[in-house]
């Protein structure tokens, strides 16, 4: 009888293996990375800096040529259902489209002028400049949506709070939750971050459901016309009110706070870079000229705009890590197995330009996933920077060295200043 538990033991051992064996994937050719520990993986390896930490771990970035994408673009689309298509398609044909972005070109020009106009009032006065352009932005996106502004620029005066919601609910994507390691433990909700998701969510679909009744009510009762706004045609096209909020609040999240984070970079470094800055004022005066105003048609004569808005780009992404991605299937990549559902995140190796054709970094990502948005940010972009740096010398507050600059950054699910940038327009 004492024999019978070893016995045992020596007996279950090798069934035991045989289901691990099963059970556990066979040697795969994995991409280059930091070993796992035992069921914590690589958590201890993110750190606060989760963009950066791992870029110090591997001798070199794997490069591979744009033709990936295509023959792979797999890896940087998640489930491809009729509805994503739909709403994909649905956007860039009323909002991102070469026509749709040069037909609101008129509604950006006004929104920026409102904004050096209120920046006018002013001068020699310390602001905060991501909270102004953020709300320029905003209300381009309300005007385009809703026909309305979404708040006001004078920051102290908004009550809504809709910059705060937004910048809420990116904390809360980009925050680590235990379920995204160990999916077992989803439906849980251990950390609260999907409650506290909800309630933000419906904070911001507050700010324009009275809008959406309304105009339900007007376009029936046939008091407005059509197709005004692109609530009017999401509207016509049968969208209901959980699909409009939802499109809403991607489009609202994604177009203002990415586009806010490059103009705040791209001052600080221009106001750290006096040469750069010089090089930029020269560039705009001889353009433009002195008594001109700038317009969007002629953004694409200022190459060196262009070129200090690809350098923020590339020295502070928007997005470091883009939008985590799965793998539906297993397939293989330069000999490297690319499990299922597991997340990669690459770093393409081409030209200089950030839009689909050659470039040499992805701040908008690529391939069937690229940003929609990437024509109405570019114009938006150089159309408020340049605006910027035509209109006011800013200087920083109390004297203080641009060298001193705080620089640090803060990780999200956009890229932000830890410290916001404080400027004294002249």
């Given amino acids: ?74 890896l940087w689309s998640s489930d491809l259902n009729n509805h994503w298509k739909f709403s994909r398609a649905f956007c860039r044909t009323h909002l991102f489209s070469p026509k749709a972005v040069e037909s609101h070109a008129a509604l950006r020009e006004k929104k920026v002028f409102e904004m050096i106009d209120f920046l006018m009032s002013k001068k020699g006065k310390t602001v905060k400049i991501s909270e102004i352009v953020f709300c320029a932005i905003l209300n381009t996106w309300g005007n385009l949506f809703f026909s309305k502004d979404l708040c ?21 994507g980009a925050m680590p939750n ?28 507050n700010v324009w459901n009275e809008i959406v009744k309304e105009k339900r009510h007007a376009i029936s009762s046939g008091s407005i016309m059509k197709n005004q706004d692109f609530l009017d045609v999401m509207i016509d096209s049968g969208f209901s009110d959980l699909q409009i909020n939802f499109l809403l609040i ?23 870079n006096k040469d750069v800055m010089h090089k930029l004022q020269a560039e705009l005066k001889s353009k433009i000229g002195s008594d001109d105003t700038i317009i969007e048609s002629k953004i694409n004569e200022l190459p060196y705009l262009a070129a200090c808005v690809k350098e923020t780009l590339r020295i502070h992404p928007p997005s470091p890590l883009l939008i985590p991605r799965r793998a539906p ?8 197995t690319i499990p299922k559902n597991s997340r990669p995140e690459r770093f393409l190796d081409s030209n200089v330009d950030f839009r689909r054709q050659n470039f040499e970094f992805i701040p908008f990502g690529a391939g069937r996933r690229i940003c929609p948005g990437l024509p ?51």
């Avoid at 690589?42 to 950066?52: A, D, M, W």
């Avoid at 006001?152 to 809360?172: A, F, P, Q, V």
Wanted: overall charge negative.
């Fill in 250 to 272: 991607e489009l609202i999240a994604a177009g203002s706070d990415t586009t806010t984070s490059t103009i705040e970079w791209a001052m600080a470094e221009l106001l750290r």
């Fill in 152 to 172: 006001h620029l004078d920051y102290e005066m908004n009550t809504s709070g809709i910059k705060h919601i937004i910048r809420k609910l990116l904390e809360l």
């Fill in 178 to 205: 235990v379920s995204d390691f160990y999916p077992v433990f989803d439906a849980l909700d251990m950390q609260g971050l999907r409650k506290k998701t909800k309630i933000y969510q419906d904070q911001l679909f």
């Fill in 376 to 426: 109405f940010a570019r114009q938006e972009v150089h159309l408020i920077l340049a605006s910027l740096i035509y209109y006011f010398e800013c200087s920083l507050p109390n004297d203080e060295d641009p060298m001193q600059l705080d620089m640090e950054e803060k990780f999200g699910v956009t890229l932000q200043k830890e410290k916001p940038l404080l400027v004294v327009p002249i």
């Fill in 1 to 74: 009888m004492e024999y019978t538990l070893p016995a045992s033991v020596l007996i279950l051992i090798p069934f035991f293996a045989l289901i691990l064996e099963q059970l556990v994937p066979k040697y795969l050719n994995l991409p280059p990375g930091r070993r796992p520990w035992p069921v914590l993986g690589n958590i201890l390896h993110i750190g606060k800096i989760p963009h950066i930490s791992p870029a110090r771990s591997v001798p070199r970035v794997v490069s591979y040529e744009l033709s990936v994408i295509d023959q792979h673009s797999i």
């Fill in 329 to 336: 299937k297993t397939c293989k990549i330069m000999n490297y």
